[in-house]
């Protein structure tokens, strides 16, 4: 490992914003990031709780004129200190731009052996995209130089924000898709791996490829530890519906893909274990496209809870309603009484689909009312 490279370049201003905006469902909008000048896009990222008790949320800061996916951006910070309800009012940079294009979709996780690590896209070309790692062992004060979480391939691989996981027997594993048509070019229909690592992500191993069906389109997956150690990938894909793989092996080999009962556009859902209850809460659109105002479009935002490792989802819940809404690419976050939900919420009509991320806060109790 090569010594910590330190990267914050902005000294934060101590104030919060003051968003508090009750929501139909009764969450709470704490953090909204509209786009402005010279930032064109504000998008999908995830958080980590500090040792001091502070929140960090890290998310895709664009500069420029363009909100492509490809336009520049650098990964910026946001400090809450008291559990999510209020939020720093000025950017720290935590990685700068890197690659010829951007940084994106941002994974924060928290080591058994204490450090925080740090996944991201850089991206340099629609043939180069890799996710890279790096570690803080001082509370994201300072972080290593970055490490390539895929050597032995080549391409554009898709690694969602908040979707890297650590095992119970410690293993580091992540779901990418793959983009690449036998030629080398981009290709919309990914072919899906998981990558994992056994040294606290210094090396990293590939799965096979996860088996479907060519008719089925399969992109930008994720991955969940059930109780019984089997890991369940839930799959955004056309059909309707998420679409799920198994392994029994951790993550070394997959299962044919089968439909979920989770409805839904081809859109990303997200998943997580709430820590107090042990259950699984899902956030995705909740759209099976009878209604042709919203056919195919993401929205609306729902939760569900599932006691059974996700056959069955119950206590379902609208928590987004707006029918002009876009959101997607959900980063899910515990605190002791509240799921924080950081999220992409812009506008079909106004065209900023991925340019605004809000952050909503849900009271864990009230989600099973």
Request: aromatic share 8%; proline share 5%.
């Amino acid at each position: 490992m090569t010594k910590p490279f330190f990267i914050a370049f902005f000294v934060l201003v101590a104030t919060f914003n003051t968003v508090q905006a009750q929501s139909n469902s009764g969450s709470t909008i704490a953090l909204e990031l509209n786009p402005g000048n010279d930032n064109p896009r504000n998008s999908e990222g995830d958080f980590v709780t500090l040792k001091d008790g502070r929140i960090l949320f890290v998310y895709s800061h664009y500069t420029g004129g363009s909100t492509s996916d490809h336009a520049p951006a650098y990964l910026a910070g946001r400090f809450s200190k008291d559990g999510g309800k209020t939020w720093t009012q000025q950017d720290q940079i935590i990685v700068a731009k890197e690659g010829d294009m951007n940084v994106m979709s941002v994974s924060l996780l928290r080591l058994k052996n204490g450090k925080i690590a740090l996944f991201y896209l850089k991206k340099n070309s629609e043939q180069d995209c890799i996710p890279q790692m790096r570690l803080s062992a001082d509370e994201a004060k300072s972080w290593s130089e970055p490490i390539p979480c895929i050597t032995d391939k080549q391409g554009y691989f898709v690694l969602n924000n908040s979707r890297v996981i650590q095992l119970s027997n410690g293993r580091l594993l992540m779901a990418v898709a793959q983009h690449q048509s036998p030629g080398g070019k981009w290709q919309g229909n990914g072919t899906l791996y998981s990558y994992y690592s056994d040294d606290n992500g210094a090396t990293w191993k590939a799965s096979e490829a996860v088996p479907k069906p060519a008719a089925i389109v399969t992109q930008e997956p994720g991955v969940i530890e059930l109780k019984n150690g089997t890991i369940m990938m839930f799959i955004r894909a056309s059909g309707g519906v998420q679409q799920l793989s198994y392994s029994k092996d951790k993550g070394q080999s997959w299962s044919p893909i089968e439909p979920s009962t989770l409805k839904s556009p081809l859109s990303p859902a997200s998943i997580a274990r709430i820590p107090s209850t042990g259950d699984l809460l899902v956030v995705w659109n909740n759209n099976d496209g009878s209604n042709p105002e919203i056919k195919d479009k993401r929205t609306p935002l729902s939760v569900a809870i599932s006691k059974d490792d996700g056959k069955t989802w119950q206590h379902i819940r609208t928590i987004e309603t707006d029918p002009d809404g876009w959101y997607c690419y959900i980063a899910i976050h515990f605190t002791k009484k509240d799921a924080l939900l950081g999220y992409c919420a812009g506008s079909q009509k106004k065209v900023t689909h991925l340019s605004t991320t809000r952050i909503n806060r849900l009271n864990l109790a009230s989600l099973y009312q």
